[in-house]
């Protein structure tokens, strides 16, 4: 079995920055990438940032340049720092693992609310 715990989310004003983390434990051998995806309301569910395993990153266009995504191999946590958000940033944000053997798994979400 798989756990991901994520917090960091919150309130915060347009501009301003806030931290994601989140970590994987359980039964992990060896995994293929992290990432997330967010999910505003009345709206899909799209991909914010993913890492692999050697340390490649792909962000949403929307994004780029303002988040970052790190990854920390050994207490096998991911990351999101995200500067200059935007009220259309707000959505609730799901970390996701995904192992070597193809298995996926989603962690609980975090509110991002970013006022205007």
């Known amino acids: 079995q798989v756990q991901l715990v994520a917090s960091g989310g919150g309130l915060v004003q347009a501009g301003g920055s806030l931290r994601l983390s989140c970590t994987a434990s359980g039964n992990i051998f060896s995994i293929a990438a992290m990432g997330w995806y967010r999910q505003a309301p009345g709206k899909q569910r799209e991909l914010v940032a993913r890492i692999t395993s050697n340390g490649s990153t792909n962000y949403a266009d929307s994004v780029k340049g303002r988040f970052t995504i790190t990854r920390v191999n050994v207490k096998n946590t991911v990351y999101l720092q995200m500067n200059s958000l935007r009220p259309e940033d707000t959505a609730l944000y799901y970390c996701?693992?995904?192992?070597?053997?193809?298995?996926?798994?989603w962690g609980q979400g975090t509110q991002v609310t970013v006022s205007s």
């Open positions: 996701t693992l995904l192992l070597s053997n193809m298995e996926g798994y």
